[in-house]
């Protein structure tokens, strides 16, 4: 059953201790691995496991970036999100 009061996203901001995130939106990093993997992605060190919290704000946008590495989304409220998958080739 979901909530019908409206939260206000500043509440969340302040509340969770989100920071301004490099592509857009808001975000904490909650969790990070002390075990280290080898990414052949991009041939360097990496912590095997990393987990955030991230906020996007209605009329926010998240700059385009290249995903290299496994991602898991949970989405606990908000309009439905839009994903575009760029090829590279149009």
Known sequence: MQNSTPIDPQSLIRTYNLA?????????????????V???????ERAAVTHIYYLLLKGDISRFHVVKHDEIWHVYGGAPLKLIQYDGEN
């Open 38 to 44: 080898n990414s052949s992605a991009v041939n360097e």
């Open 20 to 36: 301004p995130h490099p592509e857009g939106g808001y975000y904490r990093e909650l969790y990070r691995s002390t075990l280290n």
